[in-house]
């Protein structure tokens, strides 16, 4: 039980922050995306500001080595690249490009624009498929 | 059509949602991977819970803090554009492992060098389709 509302508080954060941020607008994503046009640098401060926050938390509990409860942390990411990694990035990247929508403001969209139900449920699909065609 | 640097509460929401991801890894021991939680969420019985938990918390401050300030965010693009951007994100991020969130933030943090290389093919790539559909094809929307 705990543990839910945990997960609930650092959702309700995650969603503020998008929407504060006004990364929940996917023509403020696409004007970062088009260095040709009126560039719009928010998203840049949006990591900024992130990672300001999370690299020295992750640090401290790196340093640590377990979470709250005493959980182990994920293991150490794999320095591998691979085939895989390249191709879904890039992919991902067009569909970035296309409409402006990643997954976290695609849903935070969900009950405000009915277009990001759309992008959800192709997002969901596509998923899918590269699970089955990508084992 | 055009929006405004807003750098004030780009670092604020930035700084929120960082804290949103350090608080999950420090209280669950999770990454706040959107693309995988979701997954994750829809795929594995087991370990649902805080999943969808984090998913609804999500949706409801966003959804909430949208519906505070009046913002109406649409691009204007038809179904066809959606679905190919949403088939071509969710088999990306599944095929590649991570988002926006997972790789650039999460990833990041964490030193990963699989997630630089990821973020710079994401967002190099997402550079360039955005030229080509504004500026060599003259839109979309």
Same mark, same amino acid.
């Given at each position: 039980?705990?543990?839910?509302?945990?997960?609930?508080?650092?959702?309700? @954060?995650?969603?503020?922050?998008?929407?504060?941020?006004?990364?929940?607008?996917?023509?403020?994503?696409?004007?970062?995306?088009?260095? +040709?046009?009126?560039?719009?640098?928010?998203?840049?401060?949006?990591?900024?500001?992130?990672?300001? =926050?999370? @690299?020295?938390?992750?640090?401290? @509990?790196?340093?640590?080595?377990?979470?709250?409860?005493?959980?182990?942390?994920?293991?150490?990411?794999?320095?591998?690249?691979?085939?895989?990694?390249? =191709?879904?990035?890039?992919?991902?990247?067009?569909?970035?490009?296309? +409409?402006?929508?990643?997954?976290?403001?695609?849903? +935070?969209?969900?009950?405000?624009?009915?277009?990001?139900?759309?992008? =959800?449920?192709?997002?969901?699909?596509?998923?899918? @498929?590269?699970?089955?065609?990508?084992? | 059509?055009?929006?405004?640097?807003?750098? %004030?509460?780009?670092?604020?929401?930035?700084?929120? &949602?960082?804290? $949103?991801?350090?608080? *999950?890894?420090?209280?669950?021991?999770?990454? $706040?991977?959107?693309?995988? &939680?979701?997954?994750?969420?829809?795929?594995?019985?087991?370990?649902?819970?805080?999943?969808?938990?984090?998913?609804?918390?999500?949706? &409801?401050?966003?959804?909430?803090?949208? $519906?505070?300030?009046?913002?109406?965010?649409?691009?204007?693009?038809?179904?066809?554009?959606?679905?190919? $951007?949403?088939? *071509? %994100?969710?088999?990306?991020?599944?095929?590649?492992?991570?988002?926006?969130?997972?790789?650039?933030?999460?990833?990041?943090?964490?030193?990963?060098?699989?997630?630089?290389?990821?973020? *710079? %093919?994401?967002?190099?790539?997402?550079?360039?389709?955005?030229? %080509?559909?504004?500026?060599?094809?003259?839109?979309?929307?």
């Amino acid at each position: 039980m705990k543990r839910i509302a945990f997960a609930l508080l650092a959702g309700l @954060l995650f969603g503020l922050g998008l929407a504060v941020s006004g990364m929940t607008d996917p023509n403020k994503v696409l004007n970062f995306l088009d260095l +040709a046009g009126r560039w719009d640098p928010s998203l840049a401060l949006v990591m900024g500001g992130a990672l300001a =926050v999370t @690299l020295p938390g992750y640090a401290w @509990l790196r340093r640590r080595g377990c979470s709250y409860d005493g959980d182990a942390l994920p293991p150490a990411p794999s320095p591998r690249l691979d085939p895989r990694l390249l =191709v879904g990035s890039a992919l991902f990247g067009i569909g970035w490009g296309i +409409a402006g929508y990643c997954p976290g403001p695609a849903l +935070a969209n969900l009950l405000h624009a009915g277009e990001a139900l759309v992008f =959800v449920a192709a997002m969901l699909a596509g998923s899918q @498929l590269a699970r089955v065609l990508a084992r | 059509m055009p929006t405004e640097f807003t750098p %004030v509460s780009a670092l604020l929401g930035g700084a929120l &949602i960082g804290l $949103a991801a350090t608080l *999950l890894y420090a209280l669950l021991g999770r990454i $706040a991977g959107i693309s995988g &939680i979701v997954n994750a969420a829809v795929e594995q019985r087991g370990e649902r819970g805080w999943r969808v938990a984090f998913l609804l918390g999500l949706v &409801i401050a966003a959804t909430a803090w949208l $519906a505070y300030t009046g913002a109406p965010p649409r691009t204007g693009f038809g179904s066809g554009w959606l679905i190919a $951007a949403g088939l *071509l %994100v969710g088999f990306g991020t599944r095929l590649g492992n991570g988002c926006t969130s997972g790789h650039g933030i999460c990833g990041l943090a964490r030193l990963s060098k699989r997630s630089l290389v990821a973020v *710079l %093919v994401f967002m190099g790539v997402a550079f360039a389709t955005t030229y %080509v559909l504004r500026h060599v094809l003259g839109g979309i929307a």
